[in-house]
C-alpha cells in the first residue's frame, strides 16, 4: 500500500490502490470483492495489504464465480453498500456478462433502485497475455444502457475517476490498463480530488488534426504528436477518459477546430469506439471537415500471443504517424 | 406436524386470504388476457400459490424476497396492491415499474422486492449479495429467493449456492419444483428425482416439502429462517408441486400428461388449506363465502383502479436509465 505524499510521483498502479485505500478509509460502505485480493494482494498487488487493514469482510476472497459475485455485488449495492469487484483479467468479464448487462445496468430503469457498483477490469495488451488475458473489452459494454465506462491514462486520471466511480449512484466498469500499471508515474495531489466521469481532457493541445483517443492508446498518440511536430504537424490530444457518459461537446469541439479526425483505439477496428465516433462526427460535424476520418485500431482478430504477432496486432506510434501525415495532406 | 400448536390461528387464516387473492387475482388478470385485454405474456402461479404465500408469510417486516414469476402471493403479503399488479399489467403508470417492464417484473426495495429477471437464477447471487451486506452490517435480516426447477440447471445458481454456504450467509434458497420448465420435464433437465440433492454438493441443508400444503411450507420457511438469522447459514428447500397451467397463458401445455394434472387438481393448496382450517375448526362454509367475497371485492377495486390509471407518455421511455446522485446517501 502506498500512502499519499505530497510531491512524490506514484505509478498508475499505485494511484488506484490509494484512491481505493482513501475511499475504504472515508466510506464504511466501500467493501471489496475479488479472487486473490485478500492476503495475495490481487494477481497485480493492488490491494497489497487490504486485507490485514481492513478485514476480511471488507476484502473478501470469492470462489471462482464472477458471475456469482458480480451478482452478490450488484444486491449487497441495492442494499446501500458499496462494493468494487475485481476482474483478475478484464477478459473474464464475459463470465459475469449476464449480470452486468441484464442485472445491473437494467435494474435502475426497470425499478428504481441504483446499483451503486464499481467493477474494476484490468484491460488491454502488450504484456504478452495471449487471447485470454489481454483483450479489450469496452465495446461489449459501450452498448449497454445503464452502464458507465471509464478507462483512464494517467495516475492522475486513474486515481481521480476510481473516486468518482466509487461515489457514483451507478454501475461503473473501470477498465484500467495493465500495460500503464508500473511504467508510468506522475505526482499526484495529496488532498482529496476527483476526476468528474463524463469528461474528456485534452492531453495536448494542437491545431492540426485531433487524434481522439483513450488509455494506453494516449501515450501512443503524445508520442506521435512529439515526432509530428518538427514536421510542422500539430496533434490534438483528446484523451477521452470516460466511454459512457461520452463528452461529446470536447470531440466536436476540437474537431471543429482542427477539421480533421483520427480515431484511436487498442479495441479490435469492427464495432469499436471508434466507429461511434466516426459516425458522431460525420452527423455533427460534417461540414467543418476537411478531410475523411480515420480509424487506427487492432484487426479482428484475438489477441495473438507470439511477440511479433502480438507486435503486429497492437496500433503502434508509426501507424499514428503514418496515418497522421496523410491525413495532415489533405 | 402439529399444525394447530405450531401455527396460530390468525397466521393461517391470513395466508388462507392470500391463497384466496392470489388464485381470484391471476383468474381475472388471465380472464382480462383472454379479452385481450392485456398486452405481452401472463404467467401464472395457479396450483403453487401455498409456495410463495407460506414463504413470505414467515418473513419479517425488514427481511427482503428476491422472488421468481410464479411468486404473486409474495408480492401481495409484501403490500403490492391488486390494482398495482394489474396496472402493472397493463403498462399504467401506476404500475410499481411506471411502465418500464411488464407483468410479474415487479420490484420495491420499500417493501422489500428485488425485480425479477427473466434470466432464471439471475436473483440468487443477487439474493447472496443482499445476505453479505446484512452480514456485513451485523443486521439481523435474511433474504429469501425463488426459483424453478429449471433454474437450477444454471451457472448462477450454483455460484450463488456456493458462495452462500462458504459464507454462511443469510439467505433461504426455495425452489418451486413444479415439473416442467417451459415444456422440458425434469428428467431432461437433470439426472436426478429431488433437486435438492444439488445443496448436498455445497455443504448446505436441505428440505424437502410438500409445496401445496401452505402450513408445511411456512414452518419450513421458519425453520429455514430461523437458521439464517442465527448466523448459520444457508438452506435449500424443494417445494414438489405441479405447474396446472402451461408456461405462459398462451401455451396449452399439451405437452403435460393430463392424467398428471387430473392427480394434482386433488391436491389444490386451496382445498388442503381449506381442508385443514376445518378440521381445526378454523373456519366453515361461512368463513370460506366470505373470504370469497372481499377477494372478489379486492380484485375488482384493483382492475377499476388500473383500466382508469393512466398510460405513461412515450417520451418517460428516456427517464431513469442512471440513477442521480440524490437518489442515495451520498
Known amino acids: 500500500m502506498t500512502t499519499a505524499a505530497s510531491g512524490q510521483a506514484i505509478t498508475y498502479l499505485e494511484a488506484i490502490s490509494q484512491a481505493l485505500d482513501e475511499e475504504m478509509t472515508r466510506d464504511p460502505r466501500v467493501f471489496l470483492m475479488g479472487e486473490d485480493i485478500g492476503p495475495y494482494g490481487g494477481a497485480f498487488r493492488i490491494t497489497e495489504g487490504f486485507q490485514k487493514k481492513y478485514g476480511e469482510w471488507r476484502v473478501l476472497d470469492t470462489p471462482l464465480s464472477e458471475s456469482g459475485f458480480v451478482g452478490a455485488a450488484i444486491g449487497a449495492a441495492i442494499m446501500g453498500m ?9 477478459d473474464f468479464i464475459s463470465c459475469a456478462f449476464d449480470q452486468i448487462t441484464e442485472v445491473a445496468a437494467k435494474n435502475h430503469y426497470r425499478w428504481g433502485a441504483p446499483v451503486p457498483l464499481v467493477i474494476r477490469a484490468p484491460f488491454g495488451g502488450g504484456v504478452h497475455g495471449g487471447p485470454f488475458h489481454s483483450g479489450c473489452q469496452e465495446g461489449w459494454f459501450f452498448h449497454s444502457p445503464g452502464l458507465k465506462i471509464v478507462a483512464p491514462s494517467t495516475p492522475y486520471d486513474a486515481k481521480g475517476l476510481l473516486k468518482a466511480a466509487i461515489r457514483d449512484p451507478n454501475p461503473v466498469i473501470y477498465f484500467e490498463h495493465k500495460f500503464l500499471y508500473r511504467r508510468i508515474k506522475a ?17 495536448r493541445v494542437g491545431s492540426g488534426l485531433s487524434v481522439i483517443t483513450y488509455a494506453a492508446m494516449v501515450h501512443l498518440a503524445l508520442e506521435a504528436a512529439d515526432l509530428l511536430a518538427t514536421e510542422g504537424v500539430d496533434l490534438e490530444v483528446v484523451d477521452l477518459r470516460t466511454l459512457i457518459p461520452l463528452d461529446k461537446e470536447t470531440i466536436f469541439e476540437s474537431v471543429r477546430k482542427t477539421g480533421k479526425a ?38 479482428d482478430t484475438p489477441v495473438p500471443f507470439s511477440t511479433p504477432l502480438e507486435e503486429f496486432f497492437l496500433p503502434n506510434v508509426s501507424d499514428i504517424v503514418t496515418a497522421a501525415r496523410k491525413l495532415a495532406a489533405y | 406436524m402439529d399444525v394447530s400448536t405450531e401455527i396460530k390461528r390468525a397466521d393461517l387464516l391470513r395466508m388462507y386470504y392470500y391463497l384466496r387473492l392470489t388464485r381470484t387475482l391471476e383468474d381475472r388478470i388471465t380472464a382480462l388476457y383472454r379479452q385481450g385485454r392485456i398486452v405481452g405474456g401472463v404467467y401464472t402461479s395457479h396450483g403453487m400459490e401455498a409456495i410463495s404465500v407460506g414463504y413470505a408469510s414467515a418473513l419479517e417486516r425488514d427481511d427482503i424476497i428476491a422472488p421468481f414469476h410464479r411468486d404473486m402471493g409474495a408480492f401481495l403479503i409484501r403490500g403490492i396492491t391488486p390494482g398495482e399488479v394489474v396496472a402493472q399489467y397493463l403498462g399504467k403508470r401506476t404500475g410499481p415499474t411506471k411502465g418500464k417492464d411488464g407483468n410479474v417484473h415487479i420490484g420495491d426495495l420499500k417493501r422489500g422486492i428485488i425485480g425479477f429477471v427473466s434470466h432464471l437464477a439471475d436473483n440468487l447471487p443477487v439474493a447472496t449479495g443482499i445476505a453479505l ?3 456485513i452490517r451485523g443486521e439481523s435480516r435474511v433474504v429469501i429467493t425463488n426459483t424453478g426447477d429449471g433454474g437450477t440447471s444454471r451457472g448462477d445458481f450454483h455460484e450463488a449456492m456456493n458462495f452462500a454456504s462458504v459464507r454462511a450467509l443469510p439467505v433461504v434458497f426455495f425452489c418451486n419444483n413444479n415439473q416442467y420448465a417451459y415444456s422440458t420435464p425434469l428428467r431432461l433437465q437433470m439426472a436426478i428425482t429431488d433437486v435438492a440433492d444439488r445443496a448436498k454438493a455445497y455443504g448446505m441443508p436441505s428440505e424437502i416439502v410438500d409445496g401445496n400444503d401452505v402450513a408445511a411450507v411456512y414452518l419450513a420457511a421458519k425453520r429455514a429462517i430461523h437458521r439464517a438469522r442465527s448466523g448459520a447459514g444457508p438452506t435449500f428447500i424443494e417445494t414438489k408441486t405441479m405447474r396446472m397451467h402451461g408456461h405462459s397463458e398462451h401455451d396449452s401445455a399439451q405437452y403435460v400428461p393430463r392424467e398428471l394434472l387430473e392427480e394434482w387438481k386433488k391436491k389444490d393448496p386451496i382445498l388442503q388449506a381449506e381442508r385443514m ?6 373456519a366453515d362454509e361461512a368463513t370460506v363465502r366470505d373470504v370469497g367475497e372481499q377477494v372478489a371485492k379486492a380484485v375488482e377495486v384493483g382492475v377499476e383502479f388500473a383500466e382508469h390509471s393512466p398510460l405513461p407518455d412515450g417520451p418517460e421511455t428516456l427517464d431513469g436509465v442512471f440513477a442521480t446522485d440524490d437518489e442515495v446517501v451520498p
Open chain 2, 277 to 282: 382450517l376445518v378440521q381445526l375448526g378454523y
Open chain 1, 82 to 90: 458499496r462494493p468494487v469487484v475485481e476482474m483478475q483479467f478484464a
Open chain 1, 187 to 203: 505526482v499526484v495531489p495529496a488532498e482529496d480530488y476527483v476526476v468528474p466521469i463524463g469528461k474528456a481532457d485534452v492531453k
Open chain 1, 262 to 299: 483520427m480515431v484511436v483505439h487498442e479495441d479490435n477496428k469492427t464495432g469499436g469506439i471508434g466507429a461511434e465516433i466516426a459516425a458522431l462526427l460525420a452527423e455533427e460535424c460534417f461540414d467543418c471537415l476537411d478531410g475523411p476520418i480515420v480509424r487506427i485500431a487492432a484487426p
Open chain 2, 133 to 135: 451486506a446484512f452480514k
